[in-house]
C-alpha cells in the first residue's frame, strides 16, 4: 500500500472522506493547520490503528552495524516495527483506509521530512481503498514487527542507538 508516482497517501479509519480540509491535529506540535499525508518512504509508519502506539526504527547511512545487530536482530532486515500486546488485536481487526492524493498540493514537513502537508483543501483522487492485512503488509515490506510487553525499554534503546527512528501515539503506550 504505496502511492503511485505524483500521490502521496492519507491513512484513516473513516472511509466517508469527501474532501480533506486543513486543521490543526490535537496531537500537532504545529500551529499552522494542514492537510497530512506520506510518501512512498513513511507509508509504513501509519499501517496501524490510529491510535496504537508504535516505536519504528530502521537502517540509515549512519547506522553502525552493532546497532543494527543489537536492535534490529542479525538477518531481521532493516527495519523493525514495535507494538505492544494490547494492541494484537485492534492491529487484527482494523478497518483501515488510504486515500491517494495529488502530491502537487503537498511540500515535505520535518527536518528530516516525515510527512507531507497541504494548507489548501485537497480532494481525494477516488475512491478510499481498503488496506488490508496488515500484518501481509509488514511482511510483504520485508519489516520486522516486533510485539513486546511494554515499548519504552525498547524505545530508550532505539533512541540512543545510531539508527534512524519514529515514535507515534507513544502516550499511549503503558507506563
Known amino acids: 500500500?504505496?502511492?503511485?508516482?505524483?500521490?502521496?497517501?492519507?491513512?484513516?479509519?473513516?472511509?466517508?472522506?469527501?474532501?480533506?480540509?486543513?486543521?490543526?491535529?490535537p496531537t500537532s506540535?504545529?500551529?499552522?493547520?494542514?492537510?497530512?499525508?506520506?510518501?512512498?518512504?513513511?507509508?509504513?509508519?501509519?499501517?496501524?490503528?490510529?491510535?496504537?502506539p508504535r516505536a519504528m526504527a530502521w537502517v540509515g547511512p549512519h547506522t553502525?552495524?552493532?546497532?543494527?545487530?543489537?536492535?534490529?536482530?542479525p538477518g531481521c532486515g532493516e527495519r523493525v516495527h514495535a507494538i505492544e500486546y494490547g494492541w494484537l488485536d485492534a492491529l487484527r481487526d482494523v478497518e483501515l483506509y488510504a486515500y491517494r492524493l495529488p502530491a502537487g498540493d503537498f511540500a515535505p514537513i520535518g527536518d528530516p521530512p516525515h510527512a507531507m502537508v497541504s494548507t489548501v483543501p485537497v480532494e481525494p483522487l477516488g475512491p478510499p481503498e481498503?488496506?488490508?492485512?496488515?500484518?501481509?503488509?509488514?511482511?510483504?515490506?520485508?519489516?520486522?514487527?516486533?510485539?513486546?510487553?511494554?515499548?519504552?525499554?525498547?524505545?530508550?534503546?532505539?533512541?540512543?542507538?545510531?539508527?534512524?527512528?519514529s515514535g507515534i501515539r507513544l502516550r499511549n503506550a503503558r507506563r
Not at 553502525?64 to 536482530?73: H, Q, S
Not at 503488509?137 to 520485508?142: D, P, R
Open 1 to 25: 500500500m504505496r502511492p503511485a508516482p505524483g500521490q502521496v497517501l492519507h491513512f484513516s479509519q473513516d472511509p466517508t472522506i469527501e474532501r480533506f480540509l486543513p486543521h490543526v491535529a
Open 29 to 52: 506540535t504545529q500551529s499552522e493547520p494542514y492537510v497530512w499525508a506520506v510518501g512512498h518512504d513513511r507509508c509504513p509508519d501509519y499501517w496501524f490503528p490510529r491510535a496504537c
Open 64 to 73: 553502525t552495524e552493532e546497532d543494527k545487530v543489537r536492535i534490529i536482530g
Open 130 to 165: 481498503r488496506v488490508g492485512d496488515l500484518f501481509a503488509l509488514h511482511e510483504e515490506a520485508g519489516i520486522q514487527l516486533r510485539v513486546l510487553p511494554n515499548l519504552w525499554p525498547f524505545w530508550h534503546e532505539v533512541t540512543e542507538s545510531t539508527l534512524e527512528f
